[in-house]
């Protein structure tokens, strides 16, 4: 069964940094593209990045291209998601992801079978 498990969100100023982490679990992490997912108050869930197999391949969501970074350590099944230059508009939850099947590669919420809990960001202004 596969796990994921965020941490790394909170309250910061707008300006500021935040670092997520989603430790994965249950089956070989290298082998699957991982995404990173956000849902704001009274919206959808929305697409906000994704890594490739190996960490060299990235997609971004146009509203975060130039401030957030999405990386992965296979050593640590670990993926990451670094932000900068937050905004208010970038509160939500945040939730990782992995699809089922290894050969996807996706922005969308239906290709993923595997999430986790969701961490708070909440950016102040």
């Known amino acids: 069964q596969v796990q994921l498990v965020e941490s790394g969100g909170g309250l910061v100023q707008a300006g500021g940094s935040l670092r997520l982490s989603c430790a994965a679990s249950?089956?070989?992490?290298?082998?699957?593209?991982m995404g990173w997912f956000r849902q704001a108050p009274g919206k959808e869930r929305e697409f906000v990045a994704l890594v490739g197999w190996s960490g060299e391949g990235t997609y971004y969501a146009d509203s975060v291209k130039g401030r957030f970074t999405i990386t992965r350590d296979n050593a640590k099944n670990t993926v990451y998601l670094h932000m900068n230059s937050l905004k208010p508009d970038d509160t939500a939850v945040y939730y990782c992801?992995?699809?089922?099947?290894?050969?996807?590669?996706?922005?969308?919420?239906?290709?993923?079978?595997?999430w986790g809990q969701g961490t708070q960001v909440t950016v102040s202004s």
């Open positions: 992801a992995a699809p089922g099947r290894a050969s996807t590669w996706s922005t969308e919420l239906s290709e993923y079978d595997y």
């Open positions: 249950g089956r070989t992490f290298s082998s699957y593209v």
